[in-house]
């Protein structure tokens, strides 16, 4: 998947400026910016701050809080003032997109401090699309960005959000700010950077919807495979993640991990779950690992993280692997995780109540 990051950046600047000249002669200040409190010219002004902020989180790689930094304007700045403004940080930010190695992260407080270039990218583009939207209602105008920018923000930072028909409303109705049939009104929003688990060798990343698609389709999901990656059985699994998005199920912690070395930013598999627990608060666990890659335990020290990690959740009780019984080499990686192999009673429920297959072995961790 080819880093899109900074050329979506790019262009939601363009289409933010062709929007806004075209009301240059407008009064922004006396003039409210949709349904917030602040002004049109305020809310143009905004716009530059986040570009120039996210811009700034990324070049100085802060990692416990923003970088202590702020633009203003000088006095007298007219409204075509503020578009240059824009469009100087919008070059700004797109340029650090594309300089940012892929395993960057840096600091952004929701939902789990930390953000990565692609994240970030989606996070700015958001700002700049929404808060064009709003200045153009606060003026009387409509504005409509190219369909694979609020596309782009949706698969990357919405991922909890059913896709609609139409992008764009759908990311409008998902952010409060227009309503969409069959949906309730959205009052409240949040939304949601990748998660990341790390050990000692690894990183865990969770998989965006956007990403899981390219996975899918045969590409490399915006990470640095080692040579023979990704396996199969991580494009399933995230053909999974694709479908759990695509019926509004999806739930990024009960998603599809990359394991990524610490040492030199290569993946090396992929591991995650089945889907988000069922009613009795069990969950399945599934991995795999390129052939380079094993033998050196990446799996096991992947497994015990991603489990302790989701243990620690009010909503899960009991963690399962189904591995095939002649795979001797998975076993041990769920023994060294801390799993147990289920007692009798638990494998002859899960072969006559769950249809699990009769090849396969129950091994568990509660």
């Known amino acids: 998947m080819r880093h899109m990051g900074g050329e ?6 363009a289409s933010c400026a ?9 009064d922004w200040e006396g003039a409210k910016a949709g349904r917030l409190d602040w002004s049109c010219h305020k809310t143009a002004f905004h716009i530059a701050e986040d570009l120039i902020a996210y811009a700034g989180q990324l070049a100085g790689r802060a990692q416990d809080d923003y970088v202590p930094f702020e633009i203003t304007l000088d006095d007298g700045t007219d409204n075509q003032g503020i578009i240059h403004v824009i469009e100087t940080t919008g070059v700004l930010f ?16 929701y939902p789990f401090r930390s953000a990565n270039r692609e994240g970030f990218a989606a996070m700015g583009i958001a700002e700049v699309l929404l808060h064009t939207h709003d200045i153009a ?61 790390p050990t000692d060798r690894l ?42 998005y695509e ?23 992929g591991m995650g779950f089945h889907g988000v627990p069922d009613e009795e608060g069990h ?41 095939h019984e002649d795979n001797l080499a998975s076993q041990a990686v769920a023994t060294r995780a801390g799993y147990i192999r289920a007692s009798v009673e638990e494998e002859r429920t899960a072969h006559e109540e769950q249809e699990m297959e009769r090849t396969l072995r129950l091994y568990v961790r509660r």
């Open 18 to 26: 062709a929007m806004l000249r075209t009301a240059a002669d407008l």
């Open 247 to 269: 019926d509004g199920t999806h739930r990024p912690e009960w998603g599809l991990f990359v394991l990524v070395r610490r040492e030199d930013g290569r993946a090396i598999g």
């Open 137 to 197: 209602e606060g003026l009387g105008l409509t504005y409509e960005p190219p369909a694979v920018l609020p596309q782009f923000v949706l698969t990357t930072i919405f991922p909890h959000v059913k896709p609609g028909p139409d992008h764009w409303r759908t990311l409008l109705w998902a952010t409060g700010r227009a309503d969409l049939p069959g949906r309730p009104p959205v009052t409240e929003w949040r939304w949601n950077n990748n998660i990341v688990i």
């Open 283 to 323: 969950a399945e666990v599934g991995y795999d690992l390129t052939v380079a890659a094993r033998g050196h335990g990446y799996a096991a020290e992947g497994l015990r993280a991603l489990s302790d990690h989701s243990l620690t959740r009010d909503d899960v009780r009991l963690l399962v692997a189904a591995i």
């Open 94 to 109: 797109a340029t650090t997109l594309r300089t940012t190695p892929p395993d960057v992260r840096a600091f952004h407080p």
């Open 203 to 244: 990183t865990l990343q969770g998989v965006t919807p956007a990403a899981a698609t390219d996975l899918h389709t045969g590409g490399d999901g915006g990470f640095e495979w080692v040579d023979g990656g990704p396996f199969q059985g991580t494009r399933d699994a995230a053909g999974m993640v694709v479908k759990a």
């Open 8 to 13: 979506h950046a790019t262009d939601a600047v």
